[in-house]
């Protein structure tokens, strides 16, 4: 990519999205291009072609989706499958259109099946059932990497996907009906902290493992990909290639927010997928890995909700 090239970030406000943003400045690129939700609309497909076809961008990241931890995802599955196959549809359609050559899918490590080898590879995509709780969620992301792979197959366009694992840092939602795993021990851990508790509840047994990429780190990987000239197409994990259980992440983030209670966890509420740890081999063979340790990635994102919160 140019440093003047036109670049499209949809999601830009999203925790992805926003830290792409950071990224590409920071990396020299002076014509990004983003609309907020009130200013388009990604699930109307007649708004999303009229703006791709009038701003005709070289590049998109495309980080918009509809997100959230276990409860939202088995609550509200319409939404999240829609939301989702739209928004995806949307711009990959519009985007061949209007003659954008890469572009740069955003997905989720839910793609895989729940009971595959670990660490799960690439490959390993639909050779088995998903977890249930995060389904329509999981098949939304699954057609996007498809979409991708047709285009490409068809009409010669170089879009690539990206399967980051779980993710957490500056701008990640903390509202505890519809956070991830971390954002939550934070929020919890901390406001145990302030009213002087002797525990906070935590959902799950404590002993599926997960593993945990730092915000910034996957906006790095995919500004990577893109500046790849060697790579035309793919599905890319990206990880840290280390996992960890809740319970020991749920001891970290005690340490770090400095709460010296127990954790009480509730064994009749799901625990989800029993481990997740991706394969990275085949992003760490070109030449990229994280950077971020998992303890300074948390006292970081406890800093964000701090600055937050005040």
């Known amino acids: 990519m140019h440093k003047h090239a036109k670049i499209y970030v949809a999601g ?29 609309d990604l699930t109307n497909q007649a708004a999303v072609t009229d703006f791709l076809a009038h701003e005709r961008p070289d590049y998109i990241f495309l980080s918009a989706a509809k997100v959230g931890g276990i409860h939202a995802n088995n609550t509200y599955r319409a939404e999240f499958i829609y939301q989702n196959l739209m928004i995806e549809a949307n711009i990959i359609h519009a985007a061949w259109r209007a003659g954008v050559t890469r572009l740069l899918f955003l997905g ?5 099946p729940r009971d595959c080898p670990q660490p799960i590879r690439e490959e390993y995509l639909l050779t088995g059932p998903l977890e249930q709780t995060n389904e329509p969620y999981a098949i939304a992301k699954i057609a996007g990497i498809k979409l991708c ?14 399967m980051p694992t ?21 929020r919890k851990a901390h406001e145990a902290k302030q009213r002087g508790e002797a525990t906070y509840p935590v959902w799950g047994s404590g002993s599926p493992r997960r593993e945990f990429l730092y915000v910034d780190d996957v906006a790095d990987a ?36 400095g709460f010296k209670g127990e954790i009480v966890f509730d064994s009749g509420k799901p625990d989800g997928t029993p481990r997740k740890l991706l394969n990275v081999d085949r992003i760490r063979g070109l030449g990229w890995q994280a950077r ?3 303890k300074d990635g948390i006292a970081k994102a406890y800093a964000d909700f701090l600055g937050r919160a005040t």
């Not at 830009?12 to 388009?40: C, D, F, K, Q």
């Not at 989720?108 to 895989?112: N, R, T």
């Open 108 to 112: 989720s490590s839910c793609i895989y």
């Open 222 to 257: 995919c500004v990577f990909l893109m500046e790849c000239t060697d790579i035309r197409d793919g599905l890319f994990n990206v990880g840290t290639g280390k996992d960890i259980t809740v319970r020991e992440l749920a001891e970290i983030v005690n340490e770090v927010i």
């Open 149 to 162: 792979e047709s285009y490409n197959r068809q009409h010669g366009t170089q879009y690539v996907a990206a």
């Open 12 to 40: 830009h406000r999203g925790m992805v999205g926003s830290a792409i943003v950071r990224r590409l400045e920071t990396a020299g690129y002076s014509n990004l291009l983003v609309r907020s939700h009130p200013e388009l």
């Open 292 to 294: 971020t340790g998992l």
């Open 166 to 186: 779980n993710l957490y840092g500056q701008s990640d939602n903390y509202d505890l009906n519809t956070s991830h795993v971390l954002p939550a021990l934070i």
